[in-house]
C-alpha cells in the first residue's frame, strides 16, 4: 500500500464511479463550450470581444472557487449533500442569466453559477480518485468531456442563432438534472474512516502536494501552446480551410488519447505510459516548430491533443493512489484551472517577443519538470 492510501475502505461500486463521470462532464459543459459562451456573450448580449471574455473568466474564477472551497465543505457535510446543493447553485446561475441583461448582473449570476460547478466538480473528481483504477475512470472522464465539446460546439451556436440564447442556459441546466438522482450513488463513494475523520497524514499529503504540483506545472505548459495553434497556423502560411480543418481533427485526437488511456492506464506501468506521452508530445511539439505544410500539421497538432489527456490519465491515477482519501484529490479542478490560467498568459508572451521556438522549449520544459516530479512521487510512494 502506498504512502497516503488510507486503505481501510473498499473501492466505490461501479454506480458510484460512473456518476461521478457523468455529473463531473456535466458540470464541465459551459468551459468545453467556451468559445461560444464567449460569442453569445459578445453578441447576444452586446457586451464585445473583451466584455464576453470577462465574463467567461469569472465564471471559471467561479469554478476556481467552488473548486478550492470543496475539500474543507467536504468535511462538514455529506457528498451526496454538495452534490445536490451545488447543482442548486449551478442551475439558479444559469436560469437567473436570463432575467436581466446588465453587466454586472450577469457577470454576479455567472460567478454563483462557477461556485456550484466548482464544487459539483470537486466532489466528481475525489469520487473517480476513488475508484479502483481511477486512471480509466478520469480516461473516461475527459473522452466525455471531448465529446461534449464536439457536439456542442457545433450545435450551441446553430441554437441560439434559430431559437434564442436563453435556450443554450435551458440546456445546460437540464444537463445537470439528472444529477440530483445521481447524489445519492455518489455519496456512496465517500469513504467512511474506521476512527472518523482522517487524521493529517504528513508523508501522504506531501506526495500528494508533489503529484498535484507535478499536474500545475504540466497544464502550465500544455496550455502555454494549445491557446495558439490557430495562429500557428497562419504563422506557416496555411489558409482559413486547412487550419479549421486541422483544429477540427484534433479534437479526435484528443478523443483518441481519452480512450486509448482508458485502456491502457492501469496496464501499462505508470513510468512507461509518463514516458510514452511525453515521447509523443514532443514529437508533435517539435514538428510544429519545422516548417511543414498543412498534411504536417494536422498530425503535429493532433499528436499533441492525443498526449495531453493520454498523459494526463498516468499523473491523476498516482495522485489518487497517494492520496486514496480524496481530499487533495478535490484540488484537482483548481489546480487545472491555475494551469489553464498561467499557460497562455506565458505562451502569449513568449510568442509574441520570441517566437514559436520559445514557447515549444517553454512547454517541453514544463512536461519536463511534471514529468520527473511524477516519478519522484512514485518513486518515493513505492519506497
Known sequence: MTAGDGGDALPPPP???WAAIYLGV???TLPAVLPVMVGVFAERFGYGVAGGGMIASMNMGGI?????FCPIIATRLSWAAMVRVGLAVMIAGNLLTMLDGHYAYVAATRILSGLGEGVVGGICYAAMGRAARPGRAISLYLAGQSIVGMVG???????????GWQWLFLALSAIALPGFWLARPIGAAQRRERDGARPLRLGGDRLAIG?????????IGMASLWPFLERI????GLGAAPIAFALSVSAFGGLAGSLAASALAERMPQRAGLLVGAAILACGVVALTLPIGAAGFVAAICLFTFAWPFQYAFKFGLLASVDRGGRMVALTPAITGAGLTIGPAVGGILLQYLG?????AFCLGCVAVAVAGALWVRARAAG
Do not use: H, R
Open 15 to 17: 454506480a458510484a464511479v
Open 26 to 28: 456535466a458540470a464541465a
Open 356 to 360: 514559436l521556438g520559445a514557447v515549444g
Open 153 to 163: 460546439l457545433g450545435s450551441f451556436g446553430w441554437i441560439a442563432a434559430s431559437f
Open 64 to 68: 476556481l472557487v467552488g473548486s478550492l
Open 211 to 219: 503529484a498535484l504540483a507535478a499536474i500545475l506545472a504540466y497544464f
Open 233 to 236: 497556423g497562419v504563422g506557416k
